[in-house]
Structures are given as structure tokens and as C-alpha cells.
């Protein structure tokens, strides 16, 4: 970064019960860009932040009020819904929100901003099992990776904030930087399994998904249908947005 050169600030929310990937993936890649310094915020400064089983935790060194105006935000997902109707945390997004470059969400974060109207009318990637929540707060589904509509950047689960953050530190800096990112963590999926995408699990991994022993996620709507694909039909193969 050149002398005189304020760095470009991320900010990352923490809130209780997240998904701690969702922020860690993507701070593995844009902490190490050389005008980007990545800043960990919540209601409080100080706050020792828990994940979805509440074993691992992250700190929030700074409040909402510490960083007024970063240049990007990032919203992870997690297992919190009713996070994104905190008036502290909405009042807080909006503003931040007005100035940033980018703002973006990882996985279920998506739906977290929902009720700030940030979404409205936009197309948004997110995790497959929340899409059809998307609609309630104006936003369209994309079955992406990752999606940039304007400057809002969203990605699908988890893991997909990687993706995100790689092509998020292209925009921030160049390609070349964010390919040397990339090289620097080595990040080259080759997962021994491909149900990374929902539409390739067989009926064994959803009973698994629906039993409380795996999650407790045995109430959930989503099913495999035909070709593969959800009887909620998300999308087809061939499709990329709902």
C-alpha cells in the first residue's frame, strides 16, 4: 500500500449462533491484501462471539459505533434468524451501507439483511435449504457460487464465501493480486464426494438431513425430485436464476 494511503476497511459481523466459515474463509483471503484491513464488529466491543454449538468463538473488537462507515461489509449466515431484526444492527447496516463499496453476504446472511430492504429487488445466491426465503424480502434466488448484482456480492453456502472474497479481492485490488490469494492459501477444492450441491445427494445423505441426530432438520420442505433437483424446485440444471 502506497504512503498516504488509507487502507480499505472490511468489516465483518459477528452476532451469537453464526457459521464461523463464513467469516473466517473469507478473512483467510482479504486480510492479506495489502490495502484491506479486515475489522471483526457487534453490538459491543469485547464480546466473545459463539457459533451455531456454541464451542467456538470469535471476538468482536469493535462495536457498530466504533466503525460508522467501513468500505465493505460482510454478513455471514448462521443459525440466528431473528438476528436480522435487531433495530441496532439494521439501523447500522443501512448506514454503513449507503457508503460502502460493497456490501456482502455469506450464506444465509442473505436473508439476515432482509429485513434492512437492502434486498429488495435484487438477485442474491445463498444456501440452497433458505432460497424460497429470499422472496418475502423482494429478492430473487440465484443459483450461483457466488452473484454480484450492483455492489451487493452474495454467495451460497458456507464455503462458497471463499469464492466470493477471492473475486471480492479482485474488485478491491486486480486479478493478478487475487490470484496470488488464492495461491497463497491454496485453495484448490478437490472434495472426495461430489454432494456439494444438493441436487447431487442420494436418499441416504438426506435421511441424514432430516434426522435430529444430524441436525434436526426433519420438518424441512426440501426433498430430492426428479433429475435431482428439489421438489421445491429451485432450478434446473441449465438455469442460473429464479
Same mark, same amino acid.
Request: aromatic content about 12%.
Given at each position: &500500500?502506497?504512503?498516504?494511503?488509507?487502507?480499505?476497511?472490511? $468489516? &465483518?459481523?459477528?452476532?451469537?449462533?453464526?457459521? &464461523?466459515?463464513?467469516? #473466517?474463509?473469507?478473512?483467510? #483471503?482479504?486480510?492479506?491484501?495489502?490495502?484491506?484491513?479486515?475489522?471483526?464488529?457487534?453490538?459491543? $466491543?469485547?464480546?466473545?462471539?459463539?457459533?451455531?454449538?456454541?464451542?467456538?468463538?470469535?471476538? $468482536?473488537?469493535?462495536?457498530?459505533?466504533? #466503525?460508522?462507515?467501513?468500505?465493505?461489509?460482510?454478513?455471514?449466515?448462521?443459525?440466528?434468524?431473528?438476528?436480522?431484526?435487531?433495530?441496532?444492527?439494521?439501523? /447500522?447496516?443501512?448506514?454503513?451501507?449507503?457508503?460502502?463499496?460493497? =456490501? =456482502? =453476504?455469506v450464506c444465509t446472511g442473505a436473508v439476515l439483511i432482509g429485513p434492512s430492504g437492502l434486498t429488495k429487488g435484487k438477485v442474491m445466491a445463498t444456501h440452497w435449504a433458505v432460497y424460497d426465503q429470499l422472496a418475502q424480502f423482494g429478492a430473487h434466488y440465484a443459483r450461483a457460487r457466488y452473484f454480484k448484482d450492483g455492489k451487493l456480492i452474495s454467495s451460497a453456502g458456507v464455503s462458497a464465501g471463499i469464492d466470493a472474497a477471492i473475486y471480492l479481492a479482485s474488485l478491491l485490488t486486480d +486479478?493478478?493480486? $487475487?490470484? /496470488?490469494?488464492?495461491?497463497?492459501?491454496?485453495?484448490?477444492?478437490?472434495?472426495?464426494?461430489?454432494?456439494?450441491?444438493?441436487?447431487?445427494?442420494?436418499?441416504?445423505? /438426506?435421511?441424514?438431513?432430516?434426522?435430529?441426530?444430524?441436525?434436526?432438520? *426433519?420438518?424441512?420442505?426440501?426433498?430430492?425430485?426428479?433429475? *435431482?433437483?428439489? +421438489? +421445491?424446485?429451485?432450478?434446473?440444471? +441449465?438455469?442460473?436464476?429464479?
Open positions: &500500500m502506497a504512503a498516504g494511503f488509507a487502507p480499505l476497511v472490511v $468489516a &465483518m459481523v459477528l452476532y451469537h449462533n453464526m457459521t &464461523m466459515l463464513d467469516v #473466517v474463509g473469507p478473512y483467510e #483471503v482479504l486480510h492479506r491484501l495489502p490495502n484491506v484491513v479486515v475489522k471483526f464488529v457487534g453490538d459491543k $466491543a469485547g464480546t466473545v462471539i459463539r457459533d451455531t454449538q456454541g464451542t467456538l468463538g470469535l471476538v $468482536a473488537d469493535y462495536s457498530f459505533d466504533d #466503525v460508522p462507515r467501513p468500505d465493505v461489509l460482510l454478513v455471514p449466515g448462521g443459525s440466528n434468524n431473528t438476528y436480522g431484526y435487531d433495530k441496532r444492527f439494521i439501523n /447500522w447496516l443501512q448506514k454503513a451501507d449507503e457508503t460502502t463499496i460493497y =456490501t =456482502t =453476504t +486479478e493478478v493480486t $487475487a490470484r /496470488w490469494a488464492q495461491m497463497v492459501i491454496q485453495y484448490d477444492p478437490q472434495p472426495p464426494f461430489s454432494t456439494g450441491q444438493a441436487s447431487q445427494a442420494d436418499p441416504q445423505v /438426506w435421511d441424514l438431513f432430516k434426522s435430529p441426530k444430524y441436525g434436526g432438520y *426433519g420438518n424441512h420442505s426440501f426433498s430430492p425430485g426428479p433429475r *435431482g433437483c428439489f +421438489e +421445491e424446485a429451485v432450478c434446473t440444471q +441449465e438455469c442460473a436464476i429464479k
